[in-house]
């Protein structure tokens, strides 16, 4: 195996680890106080209409709860979708009452309306760390970057939007992009938008 490779891969681990520790360590009453912040911070940048299809997620290892984004959304008539796992690619499924947890232990909607990621409107999604050019660090899976490949293929594909979600205290300075990584529109924190 390539040297250096392995070093990007265990420098990439290392990095991964203090920031999920940096985003777990933030306290219940903050957490609340950020995730309002959020819904403000995207209301700012985002225009939604009645008929868009969103995807949102279910927090999981500490990561910024979408949940007053979600009840605007629901209060405005607007269609929410959930991922799933589908092999090493994400789906994404209507939010509904019924749920099931994948390998993961992340629960999913069952039962529901089943779409690709081609046929949304704006997908905001989870990061590890992210930096002041919209460059990403997800949680390794690089499930969101096979889903969204053909974004990068193919520039006619102006949708989904794509909006990372975080805490502030999950930027880093610089992020070592990899040709499969797939940049986002914008990163949306409780007191900036990237």
């Not at 090493?88 to 939010?95: D, G, M, P, T, V």
């Not at 499969?180 to 924190?189: E, F, K, N, Q």
Request: contains cysteine.
């Amino acid at each position: 195996m390539d040297p250096e490779f392995f070093s990007y891969n265990a420098n990439m681990q290392a990095l991964r680890q203090s920031l999920r520790q940096k985003r777990r360590e933030i306290n219940p009453s903050d957490r609340i106080k950020f995730a309002k912040q959020l819904l403000s911070q995207v209301q700012n940048i985002v225009n939604f209409k009645n008929g868009q299809k969103i995807a949102l997620f279910l927090p999981n290892d500490g990561e910024i709860d979408p949940k007053y984004i979600e009840n605007f959304l629901k209060n405005q008539g607007i269609s929410i979708y959930l991922p799933i796992l589908d092999n090493k690619r994400l789906k994404f499924a209507k939010i509904s009452k019924k749920f099931k947890k994948n390998q993961y232990g992340i629960p999913e909607p069952a039962f529901s309306q089943i779409l690709s990621a081609k046929h949304l409107d704006i997908v905001f999604m989870p990061l590890v760390g992210f930096d002041a050019n919209k460059n990403r660090i997800g949680m390794g899976g690089g499930y969101y970057d096979r889903t969204l490949a053909f974004k990068k293929r193919a520039s006619r594909f102006s949708q989904p939007k794509l909006y990372g979600l975080a805490f502030d205290c999950q930027q880093i300075d610089k992020i070592d992009t990899q040709e499969w990584d797939v940049p986002l529109d914008a990163v949306i924190t409780p007191s900036k938008i990237y």
